[in-house]
T-cell receptor, first 112, second 113 residues
């Protein structure tokens, strides 16, 4: 099946630092999404990308859909304690009943 | 507004016992519904999805089954649980507005002993 590789697997940063994580695939997808999962809860959608090369922001979060349609990155600026959690990338193609394939996740820890 | 609920939130079951996890969606009609499983420290694996009442598609061969008896109800079941069925089960839905924008429930944590 499809495999998404996320890196890094985990990050320990100090409050106020910027964060960058990425996601790569061996196949082309026309929709890339980033989700965040807080401990013991379901993932919540952060950003959705539908166009190759697209750069989209949501507050302190910025994500880009790679021009090759095989990768994406997520940046978080000026991290705060509530940014702690697991960040997942996910991909799908239109016409596939929105069946998402999820990456392995990046676990983010923020220290004061 | 649309909401999604799962229950029970946590469950501890012995090997060989049956399972029933329920998921209901409110505030929408004819949603696509999904069951995902998350093993400890791992990503999410799609188990089943449904585009309508009685329509179930299975993504991976396994010890589980799914049913959709009503438009906004999705049930995950097993006749005999295995140790490997332990995990965090997530129900999700999409209204069809934008591809991939799934909304997840709170999750059901299953421990099989």
């Amino acid at each position: 099946g499809q495999q998404l590789n996320q890196s890094p697997q985990s990050m320990f940063i100090q409050e106020g630092e910027d964060v960058s994580m990425n996601c790569t695939s061996s196949s082309i997808f026309n929709t890339w999404l980033w989700y965040k999962q807080d401990p013991g809860e379901g993932p919540v959608l952060l950003i959705a990308l539908y166009k190759a090369g697209e750069l989209t922001s949501n507050g302190r979060l910025t994500a880009q859909f790679g021009i090759t349609r095989k990768d994406s990155f997520l940046n978080i600026s000026a991290s705060i304690p509530s940014d702690v959690g697991i960040y997942f990338c996910a991909v799908t193609n239109t016409g596939t009943a929105s069946k998402l394939t999820f990456g392995t996740g990046t676990r983010l820890q923020v220290t004061l | 507004s649309q909401t999604i609920h799962q229950w029970p939130a946590t469950l501890v079951q012995p090997v060989g016992s049956p399972l029933s996890l329920e998921c209901t969606v409110e505030g929408t009609s004819n949603p696509n519904l999904y069951w995902y499983r998350q093993a400890a420290g791992r990503g999410l694996q799609l188990l089943f999805y449904s585009v309508g009442i009685g329509q179930i598609s299975s993504e991976v061969p396994q010890n589980l089954s799914a049913s959709r008896p009503q438009d906004r109800q999705f049930i995950l079941s097993s006749k005999k649980l295995l140790l490997s069925d332990s995990g965090f089960y997530l129900c999700a839905w999409i209204s069809g507005r934008r591809t991939g924008e799934l909304f997840f429930g709170e999750g059901s944590r299953l421990t099989v002993l």
